[in-house]
């Protein structure tokens, strides 16, 4: 393991729980999230403004506390998106986050009426009322407009790599005609970005995009942003998520975050060097079984250059009579 992923440097790091909460899942960080998402749907969509809907975390189990934390947002045009950073592998991880799209889908029509109050609350800028709501609202409507979806995007950061993607760091999927390839329906759209596999140095990064990816990875490593990253929004960024500058109750929060993070990296690692361990001890093994059989056949076929009989070559081989025969004749 790389000492350099234990140590605690100026910032927090963005692969813990409360430290993705503390760059992106506040309000004082909304513009920063914002800019990360304008950048990720460069030439697709341009969010103005954005309200969070879930502040917490909302892990399905218990057992998920600690290694999730989900974002969960609505555009002032009315998308819905899901920003959710991994920081280990599991397993049905690609079923997780269909699951989390489909019930994000399914809330819009389940709730439509707090649907259209979030939407209009957030086009007003201030909150409304029952009542207010209630004079304001339209007729019913006919039965398949209330099927009318809003589009769902699911940004999922992950810090491992998934057997199931590309190897590739970032893989968007939508529903498409598996033959055209044509768009379906636009309304579901996720962007994988497993960062083992970005591997650009600072100096390469010459977008705004890129600059952002590279501080995530490494920034938890840093005791100060680099000079090639001084303009307003990392200085932001700076801000935001210097370790100094964590109210107490948070600080206390993220050592904890912090320590189940070491961890998860320490039993990680052990179980990858058991694993290597395993794999070598069993390959010796594979490959001393081989040898000896290679020498068994040679042995054998230098006897019965010999004259000697299979029965005979068996006995001083350790072979079967059948296995003489299909060796020697072979």
């Not at 813990?16 to 909304?30: L, R």
Request: hydrophobic share 35%.
């Amino acid at each position: 393991m790389d000492n350099m992923d234990l140590t605690c440097g100026h910032f927090v790091n963005p692969f813990t729980d409360i430290g993705f909460k503390i760059i992106f899942g506040q309000p004082a960080s909304k513009e920063l999230l914002i800019t990360l998402l304008n950048e990720l749907l460069a030439g697709e969509h341009r969010i103005e403004n954005l309200i969070f809907l879930d502040k917490e975390n909302h892990s399905d189990s218990m057992a998920d506390a600690g290694i999730i934390y989900d974002l969960y947002c609505l555009t002032d045009t009315g998308e819905y998106i899901i920003v959710e950073m991994q920081n280990r592998f599991h397993s049905s991880f690609l079923d997780r986050t269909l699951f989390y799209m489909c019930r994000a889908i399914g809330r819009q029509v389940e709730n439509l009426r707090e649907k259209r109050r979030k939407e209009r609350e957030l086009q007003t800028g201030k909150p409304e009322t029952e009542e207010d709501f209630l004079l304001s609202e339209p007729m019913q409507e006919n039965y398949g407009s209330r099927y009318k979806l809003s589009t769902v995007y699911g940004i999922f950061l992950m810090n491992f790599r998934e057997p199931g993607l590309e190897e590739k760091f970032r893989t968007d999927t939508v529903i498409a005609d598996r033959e055209s390839g044509k768009v379906v329906n636009p309304h579901f759209r996720q962007i994988f970005l497993q960062f083992p596999y970005f591997t650009k140095e600072l100096k390469d990064c010459e977008t705004l995009y890129d600059k952002l990816i590279y501080t995530l990875k490494n920034m938890q490593h840093w005791n100060r942003m680099p000079d090639a990253l001084k303009d307003q929004v990392f200085s932001r960024l700076e801000e935001l998520a210097a370790v100094a500058n964590l109210s107490l109750e948070d600080r206390i929060a993220y050592d904890k975050a912090l320590d189940r993070y070491r961890v998860s990296r320490i039993v990680e690692e052990d179980a990858r060097e058991a694993g290597w361990k395993k794999g070598l001890a069993e390959g010796r093994a594979e490959g001393l079984a081989e040898g000896q059989a290679k020498e068994k056949v040679a042995i054998a076929r230098n006897l019965k250059s010999l004259g000697l009989s299979t029965a005979q070559i068996a006995q001083a081989t350790g072979l079967t009579e059948e296995e003489v025969e299909s060796t020697v004749n072979n």
